[in-house]
């Protein structure tokens, strides 16, 4: 079945450091998946970062980026200078595809240290 | 427009009891999804419902837990039995349909199994 693979549990970055936060994907229901990034910050629900439906293109939000890599199988979330409001659990999803339910990475929870 | 809801938004139970969790999709929404949240596993898929017909049943989750859609705006999940390692946090999330459409999460219900 399809599935997401987050590899890093916790991350920390002093603020205005670069990130990037490692996601690849296995897709066995359809070639081209929708990929997607969801963020929980403190205290809030689950909510839709960014999301890229097309091999190759990039998808970006509130300074983070992502590039959909069909090659490597990979979607990675990456921002140039993070900020202390960007502490937050980072989910990396694959999905909704034809008649299958998203999938999800384990989750990546970033803190941004002042 | 109202999010997802989700009632309770905490339930403690005893090990053995049967608990009914609820959730109202995003009105006009016709897909549904239950999840199950832990650090370890992250965003486990529970049961999926398209228009009130089930598409996807986790196949892990099958013994125990049954997800039920009432009707096109009311889902119900229920644990019977219950143990002390179902306890995390339940997420019911909808989506317009199954294509590149973003998913919207409720604030969930953390359940604890003593």
């Known amino acids: 079945g399809d599935s997401v693979t987050q590899t890093e549990g916790q991350v920390t970055v002093s603020e205005s450091k670069s990130l990037i936060i490692n996601c690849t994907y296995s897709a066995t229901s359809i070639a081209y998946p929708n990929l997607f990034w969801y963020v929980r910050y403190p205290g809030e629900g689950l909510q839709l970062l960014l999301k890229v439906i097309t091999a190759g293109q990039k998808g970006s939000s509130r300074g983070f980026e992502a590039t959909y890599n069909k090659e490597t199988t990979s979607f990675h979330l990456q921002k140039a200078s993070v900020q202390e409001s960007d502490s937050a659990v980072y989910y990396c999803a694959l999905g909704p595809n034809n008649n299958n339910a998203p999938r999800f990475g384990a989750g990546t929870k970033l803190t941004v240290k002042p | 427009d109202a999010g997802v809801t989700q009632t309770p938004r905490h339930e403690v139970a005893e090990k053995g009891q049967t608990i009914i969790l609820k959730c109202e999709p995003v009105s006009g929404h016709n897909d549904l999804f239950w999840y199950r949240q832990t650090k370890i596993q992250g965003l486990e898929l529970l049961s999926y419902?398209?228009?009130?017909?089930?598409?996807?049943d986790g196949g892990a989750f099958k013994d125990r837990f049954k997800a039920e859609m009432l009707n096109s705006s009311f889902s119900t999940l229920k644990i019977q039995p219950t143990e002390p390692k179902d306890s995390a946090v339940y997420l019911c999330a909808s989506s317009l349909d199954s294509s590149n459409t973003e998913v919207f999460f409720g604030k969930g219900t953390r359940l604890t199994v003593v």
């Open positions: 419902f398209r228009s009130k017909s089930l598409m996807e």
